[in-house]
């Protein structure tokens, strides 16, 4: 799309020469090409001749300024464009919501705006629909029709590129070029989807055949708009967008957009539209901080969901002149940002963009739809102001200065433009940004990365998309697939991820593997540019030249950009075998790509593994077994015994050559892919959890690091099951992602035989069948939970404002409830063991008061009863208690913050006993995350990453600090029981998993680093179970292929 409105001069040379003499009597005017015409008749052929040299710039007084946006405060005017100007002019009204220019857009019935659609062939294209030309090479000679937007203030031409080919490229005529060219450029490098556009100078022969041939093919009634609007030193050549303004959709066509699974790559579209708005101070679009109606019309939402930034431009506020303004601007943003940051509804932040919408379209959301939407908005705005916060504003508007030298300048039209990017304005926005980011990536909620180059990291994100390829898919629902998964992968885990791959055969339309020449290949790029990652975009049958027919993968980098092809070397079909490898150096690494049969070939694999990548990747498209459509039961163990079989092979070549195998398969589906898709590391091999499982996304080294604590057995006899140490790792996300809406801290419960029970504390309660891979029952408390602790394998216990319950763990239903009679809210509870394994011990602190629940469970049916209820025996004033913790049958802890703590006695009598207030010394956080009674100490797992050692003392103690992670530490788990000192410890900033033997004070290893934070850890005697906010992780231990306990990491003290 593309187009105007943005103000400024209208155009013709006596408002583009500064201090130009014409008589005004005349009725002949000289154009900047210098040629002639009488103004209000037709023109014949005019004579074109070469343009004179520009004059020099003019002494006399600057161009007149272009209209000021409307106030972000009573009294702050925003600097006009010209920054000479002495006084700033009143500002105008609020545009109406009709006056934005339709950029490119078309209609409710997919045709162009009634102005334009006129001049549209019928034989143009049998769907009445424009499409897009290119805009890289347009022949202007072969343009036969045009079209006059009927909306906005400058020229906006719709330009059919060539005789009934219904291809359509966008020229604007405007005053802002600049400035519009430097908002674009901006958009696009933080990841704002924005039209294609470039500009055509006075001194190019371009210019002059634009100018020739679209008075040619203009209809007489608008000749003289068009002669008047193109009659500047610049243009804008842009590319035309199919799609429907926002302002302009019915009710129906918001409920069809906002409304399903692309409802996502809308709002986050619209959010990152947000982003560049606020860092460029454009004002008109969305009302959220600046006081006007906005103008939804330069919003233009396509087909496939995507949000087009259209007719934008910089506002500069300059500080030395309206440093009022500048100020007030930079309040308001800052307030909207800490607004969004710190709350924990993101309804109550964004929710002025659904008004709007709702305001234009008759279309509103509610309820979790409103809250989904709200949260795709927030974390499209924030990342990309994390971006926005690292951009080089100075080289952008550097570049502008190289396009056209002031020598060069028509009457000093581009410097002016220039002068009005004001970069003292940009930076002091761009500072608060950065510090408002800062803020935003230390809050674990929000689910933000911190942006590092990936020539620095340690670990790259990969992501599988096992999309499914049905009869009736087509090559449309793929892309709307990769960009919803990709998507909704980075509202989950701040970050799309570094390189994501699709399978082979994914692309359904054979063609040329170019971008150019193959319209599927270049949404999927232009969709890894928005994404800002890496694609392998799976595989496409290529009609060669020669007239064979090869299976070819083709990958693009992440700025969209083609960076190699590769022919399948080794097919079962009847189509032709290419010859070259395929090793591509990117910045994130070296990888080399191999289609499916090619890996299995010992001499291909190997000649891949000579050239030293460190991902290889390997898309498939894997057939089910004939006999699973007969016996469909036999489908979940033919599917893990296929894993089994892939990872055995790899497992042993992936730890000798330090490098990654990725492997993608098609989603299952009776005759299609088997969803056999894994990520097989040096140390750790990750499956899919089911065969129609969508994504799988995992961290993968870029060096390798082998652990060898504890030493391996023996080699097994096979060579390819002498594999080592290894983790393998499950991912559980059927009915975990509809329970946790948010990032709420979960409570896990490992059931050894059964699987586990996961428990948010919005009051959802869910148990996890390891027979069956998912959530088999759920369970709705009517209040948050408070807590949660397993009694047996067959007793849960939950506590709940009010009330504690035993719920049964097969089916979570009630066998006993007690009603709790507290006098205010519960600030703070935990569980205890009593001293006899019969019973369980759950104390309650409300107010000054300290209660204590016992349940017998030596009966038939469980007992519930309140046995100690007591004041607090310690006077802290107005000092409020952060959190509580068991430390044994009868010792209870209890911490204030600011390093005091006290230790409460429980016995069964009506009073407590209790030590004195104790101060702990030596602590350098006063977040604890947890207390571990191990022995005669305490081991307290501070928030700064940091384990100390506590011996607590009648008055005072000292914290020895025995360990330091350099992460901040989110939660701590026994790994085996309470009876062995090691732990397992999860860390947010880097989401690693790892083990700790706190005896020691040694980390004996890093067990799994996610993609995506953990919130809460659990172990068994097997597995170790971590929960993410759409995920549940399920590690299990491996030596040589022979499943172990987590006991054997503990060594004898002589080996430590």
């Known amino acids: 799309g593309g187009g105007g409105g943005g103000g400024g001069a209208t155009g013709g040379l006596q408002q583009l020469l500064q201090g130009a003499k014409l008589k005004k009597t005349s009725t002949r005017v000289r154009r900047i090409d210098g040629s002639t015409f009488i103004e209000g008749t037709p023109e014949g052929d005019a004579t074109h001749t070469p343009p004179p040299p520009p004059p020099p710039p003019a002494p006399g007084p600057p161009p007149p300024a272009p209209p000021a946006p409307p106030n972000v405060a009573a009294s702050a005017r925003p600097l006009p464009r010209s920054t000479e100007t002495k006084a700033p002019p009143p500002p105008p009204p609020p545009p109406p919501a009709s006056s934005g220019v339709i950029l490119g857009?078309?209609?409710?019935?997919?045709?162009?705006?009634?102005?334009?659609?006129?001049?549209?062939?019928?034989?143009?294209?049998?769907?009445?629909?424009?499409?897009?030309?290119?805009?890289?090479?347009?022949?202007?000679?072969?343009?036969?029709?045009?079209?006059?937007?009927s909306e906005g203030g400058s020229g906006v031409f719709f330009v059919e590129a060539e005789k009934l080919?219904?291809?359509?490229?966008?020229?604007?005529?405007?005053?802002?070029?600049?400035?519009?060219?430097?908002?674009?450029?901006?958009?696009?490098?933080?990841?704002?989807?924005?039209?294609?556009?470039?500009?055509?100078?006075?001194?190019?022969?371009?210019?002059?055949?634009?100018?020739?041939?679209?008075?040619r093919v203009a209809k007489p009634k608008d000749l003289s708009k068009v002669q008047k609007e193109l009659d500047r030193p610049y243009l804008l050549i842009m590319e035309y967008l199919e799609g429907e303004p926002l302002g302009m959709m019915s009710q129906q066509q918001a409920e069809q957009t906002f409304h399903g699974s692309k409802s996502c790559i809308s709002f986050y579209g619209i959010g990152r539209i947000l982003a560049l708005d606020i860092l460029l101070n454009n004002w008109d679009r969305l009302p959220v901080v600046w006081e006007n109606e906005g103008n939804p019309n330069n919003i233009m939402l396509s087909t496939s969901g995507d949000a087009?930034?259209?007719?934008?431009?910089?506002?500069?506020?300059?500080?030395?002149?309206?440093?009022?303004?500048?100020?007030?601007?930079?309040?308001?943003?800052?307030?909207?940002?800490?607004?969004?940051?710190s709350s924990g509804n993101s309804v109550e932040s964004m929710g002025i963009v659904l008004?709007?919408?709702?305001?234009?379209?008759?279309?509103?959301?509610?309820?979790?739809?409103?809250?989904?939407?709200?949260?795709?908005?927030?974390?499209?705005?924030?990342?990309?102001?994390?971006?926005?916060?690292?951009?080089?504003?100075?080289?952008?508007?550097?570049?502008?200065?190289?396009?056209?030298?002031?020598?060069?300048?028509?009457?000093?039209?581009?410097?002016?433009?220039?002068?009005?990017?004001?970069?003292?304005?940009?930076?002091?926005?761009?500072?608060?940004?950065?510090?408002?980011?800062?803020?935003?990536e230390r809050q674990p909620s929000l689910h933000l990365q911190r942006l590092t180059p990936v020539e620095d990291l340690t670990h790259i994100k990969v992501v599988l998309l096992q999309v499914a390829l049905g009869s009736q898919t087509d090559d449309d629902d793929l892309v709307s697939q990769v960009d919803c998964c990709l998507t909704k992968e980075t509202l989950a885990t701040g970050c799309a991820g570094h390189l994501f791959l699709l399978p082979e055969g994914c692309i359904r339309q054979p063609g040329v593997p170019s971008l150019e020449k193959h319209p599927v290949l270049s949404r999927l790029a232009f969709v890894a540019a928005k994404h800002n990652i890496v694609g392998v975009l799976g595989?496409?049958?290529?009609?060669?030249?020669d007239g064979k027919v090869y299976n070819t993968c083709v990958v693009v980098n992440s700025d969209g950009k083609q960076v190699a092809s590769y022919r399948k070397r080794k097919v079962l079909r009847n189509i032709d075998c290419g010859t070259e490898?395929?090793?591509?150096?990117?910045?994130?690494?070296?990888?080399?790509?191999?289609?499916?049969?090619?890996?299995?070939?010992?001499?291909?694999?190997?000649?891949?593994?000579?050239?030293?990548?460190?991902?290889?990747?390997?898309?498939?498209?894997?057939?089910?077994?004939?006999?699973?459509?007969?016996?469909?039961?036999?489908?979940t163990g033919a599917w893990k015994t296929s894993l089994t079989t892939v990872s055995r092979r790899w497992e042993r070549l992936a730890r000798e050559n330090g490098v990654s195998f990725l492997r993608c398969d098609v989603a299952f589906q009776k005759g299609s892919g088997f969803g056999t898709s894994l990520i097989v590391t040096p140390e750790v091999t990750h499956h899919v959890s089911s065969p129609v499982q969508s994504v799988l996304s995992a961290l993968v080294p870029k060096e390798h690091e082998s652990f060898t604590w504890p030493p391996p057995h023996r080699d097994r006899t096979e060579w390819m099951d002498s594999t080592g140490n290894r983790f393998q790792v499950q991912y559980v996300e059927d009915g975990i992602a509809a329970i946790a809406r948010s990032s709420e801290c979960c409570f896990v419960c490992p059931l050894n035989k059964q699987g586990l029970v996961l428990g948010w504390r919005s009051g959802v309660i869910g148990h996890w069948s390891s027979d069956e891979d998912k959530c088999s029952h759920r369970h709705d408390l009517d209040k948050p939970l408070l807590d949660m602790c397993l009694v047996n394998e067959d007793l849960l216990?939950?506590?709940?404002?009010?009330?504690?319950?035993?719920?049964?763990?097969?089916?979570?239903?009630?066998?006993?409830?007690?009603?709790?009679?507290?006098?205010?809210?519960?600030?703070?509870?935990?569980?205890s063991r009593s001293e006899t394994v019969d019973s369980v011990r759950m104390v309650v602190i409300c107010g000054d008061q300290v209660c204590v629940h016992e349940a017998s469970i030596a009966q038939r049916r469980p007992c519930l009863a309140t046995s100690v209820c007591s004041v607090l025996p310690v006077a802290m004033g107005a000092r409020q208690i952060e959190k509580c913790f068991a430390l044994s049958s009868s010792e209870l802890l209890i911490w204030w913050g600011e390093s005091k703590c006290s230790v409460l006695r429980?016995?069964?009598?009506?009073?407590?006993?209790?030590?004195?207030?104790?101060?702990?010394?030596?602590?350098?956080?006063?977040?604890?995350?947890?207390?571990?009674?191990?022995?005669?100490?305490?081991?307290?797992?501070?928030?700064?990453?940091?384990?100390?050692?506590?011996?607590?003392?009648?008055?005072?103690?000292?914290?020895?600090?025995?360990?330091?992670?350099?992460?901040?530490?989110?939660?701590?788990?026994?790994?085996?029981?309470?009876?062995?000192?090691?732990?397992?410890?999860?860390?947010?900033?880097?989401?690693?998993?790892?083990?700790?033997?706190?005896?020691t004070g040694m980390s004996v290893c890093e067990v799994i680093r996610l993609p995506q934070a953990p919130v809460q850890v659990a172990c068994s005697s097997s597995h170790i179970f971590s929960v993410t906010y759409s995920k549940v992780c399920v590690v299990s231990f491996w030596v040589n292929r022979e499943k172990q306990d987590l006991s054997r990491f503990l060594l004898p003290k002589s080996l430590g």
């Open 105 to 149: 857009g078309v209609s409710s019935s997919g045709q162009l705006p009634a102005s334009a659609s006129s001049q549209q062939s019928a034989d143009a294209d049998s769907s009445g629909k424009w499409k897009a030309a290119s805009i890289s090479t347009v022949k202007w000679a072969t343009c036969s029709s045009l079209s006059v937007s």
């Open 165 to 215: 080919s219904g291809k359509v490229v966008v020229v604007k005529g405007s005053g802002t070029v600049v400035q519009e060219l430097f908002a674009s450029n901006v958009g696009k490098l933080i990841g704002v989807t924005t039209p294609d556009m470039r500009m055509t100078a006075y001194t190019e022969s371009e210019w002059r055949n634009l100018k020739k041939h679209l008075q």
């Open 308 to 341: 087009w930034a259209i007719d934008q431009a910089v506002t500069s506020i300059n500080p030395t002149v309206f440093a009022s303004g500048m100020k007030k601007y930079i309040s308001k943003v800052q307030q909207f940002l800490q607004s969004v940051i």
């Open 355 to 440: 008004e709007h919408i709702a305001m234009y379209t008759g279309y509103s959301l509610k309820g979790t739809e409103a809250c989904e939407a709200c949260d795709c908005l927030r974390h499209g705005l924030l990342t990309t102001l994390q971006r926005a916060a690292k951009l080089d504003i100075i080289a952008e508007k550097k570049k502008l200065e190289e396009m056209v030298p002031a020598s060069s300048d028509w009457g000093n039209v581009w410097q002016s433009g220039l002068k009005a990017i004001n970069i003292d304005f940009l930076q002091s926005v761009q500072g608060l940004i950065k510090e408002m980011m800062d803020m935003a």
């Open 539 to 545: 595989s496409l049958y290529e009609a060669a030249p």
């Open 581 to 635: 490898e395929c090793v591509i150096d990117l910045p994130l690494g070296r990888i080399v790509v191999l289609i499916c049969h090619d890996i299995e070939h010992q001499d291909i694999l190997q000649q891949a593994l000579d050239r030293k990548p460190f991902l290889i990747v390997n898309p498939v498209c894997i057939p089910p077994p004939d006999h699973l459509s007969k016996f469909p039961a036999m489908l």
């Open 797 to 831: 216990s939950v506590v709940v404002e009010g009330s504690w319950s035993l719920l049964s763990t097969k089916d979570l239903s009630v066998v006993e409830q007690l009603e709790l009679n507290t006098p205010g809210h519960i600030i703070s509870c935990c569980h």
């Open 906 to 999: 429980l016995f069964n009598t009506d009073k407590l006993d209790s030590a004195a207030l104790i101060n702990v010394d030596g602590l350098d956080s006063s977040t604890v995350i947890d207390v571990l009674n191990w022995k005669d100490s305490q081991i307290c797992f501070a928030a700064d990453g940091n384990a100390y050692s506590i011996e607590l003392g009648t008055t005072a103690c000292t914290a020895t600090k025995i360990w330091c992670s350099g992460q901040s530490i989110s939660c701590v788990a026994w790994a085996v029981d309470e009876t062995t000192p090691l732990v397992v410890i999860a860390c947010v900033d880097d989401g690693t998993v790892s083990l700790l033997n706190i005896e």
